[in-house]
């Protein structure tokens, strides 16, 4: 049996021009972003989860760092798109690695973000990028 999941953390849409988007979001939804760069706009919602609003034609590489690697987040067989959900601890998301290690799902990336948290990404069936993390990932979370 899998491990306990917790809340969905992030929701990312992918657009042609995420300044637009953004704006749209901003004004009609009274949105305040928390991050703003030419590849990507947040916005913190409620109960600790954020919209992530990117720029599709940056987002086609993998982002390597010393700390680990972000997966790209699109799949071969359309637009693609992202997910993830939050785990309670260090732990669990051990648990989660062995899981899916069990169930021969591969691990695709790490992550060992700035603030502390951790990350594991793999990819479902169909190529969309699902990620579990600890809390320290982001301001909200």
């Known amino acids: ?24 979001y901003k004004e009609v939804l009274g949105m305040e972003s928390f991050i703003e760069l030419p590849s990507v706009i947040g916005f913190s ?4 989860t954020i919209l992530l609003i990117f720029n599709k034609s940056m987002t086609t590489e993998d ?16 637009l693609g798109q992202h997910i993830a959900f939050a785990c309670a601890s260090l732990d669990e998301l051990q648990e989660w690695e062995e899981h899916f290690n069990s169930n021969n799902v591969e691990i695709i990336a790490r992550m060992d ?15 969309h990028v699902i990620e579990i993390m600890t809390r320290g990932v982001w301001t909200v979370y």
Do not use: F
């Open 1 to 24: 049996m899998p491990p306990k999941l917790g809340q969905i953390v992030e929701t990312v849409l992918y657009t042609s021009d995420a300044a637009k988007l953004a704006a749209w």
């Open 63 to 78: 982002r390597k760092s010393e700390r680990g690697v972000i997966p790209k987040h699109g799949c071969e067989t359309g």
């Open 113 to 127: 973000w700035e603030r502390g948290g951790k990350s594991i990404y793999v990819k479902d069936w169909e190529g």
């Open 45 to 48: 919602l409620p109960n600790n």
